[in-house]
């Protein structure tokens, strides 16, 4: 995989990518779709850096392992190291930028795993599973009012802002740190806003992060 983070310009962002730590069910609407409870603390799980591929121009989907979901959320990227209880100032300052990532799952096979109670990296870290944007420098954003939209051949899917998650992007940061590092590169995505569906070839997809669109094809 030759995936490297980059900014809006093309630019290389010179941070290695180790991690992209997830949540789950960070939106009230999101949980109720798919029958989940809302959680009293941050649902986490991890996929690998070798996970990602950029979002634009296009991105190859799985054709052979059951439906493919999209999950569109706020992608942050982490500029320091941090470990530990941390303060809110420490985790503001690690927040160098955001970008809009997609979150695949395969739906079939993770209902099986969730079934079983067993992990879900099979439904969730294949080859591709992670979609990132470039990533929007977070200098003048504020953080707890970030919209994001998904379409799919020109119509909204997925509508969200950053307000509308059960546990802050900034608590978000506080919260991983008690239970493991996060390293400057390592990527956090935010949880996904109701509206996740089914990908399939020949899409075309859209996705709106604050002032900036981004286009791509589904292949
Ligand atoms: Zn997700």
Redesign the pocket.
Known sequence: MSYQHQFLDNSLIKLPFGKAV?V?RNYVEHAKELDNPVPCEPILFIKPASCALSFTPNFVIPKHLGDVHY?A?IAILIGNNLQGIITTEQAQQAVIAIAGAL?LTLRDAQNILKKQGLPWEKAKCFDGALILTPFIKADNLDLTNLDIELLINKQTVQQGNSKQMITSIINLIKYITKHFCLQAGDVI?T??PAGVGKLKAGDQLQLNLVESQFYANVI
Request: proline share 0%; with cysteine; glycine share 24%.
């Open positions: 997830c789950g999950e959320e979150d995505l949880g996904t």
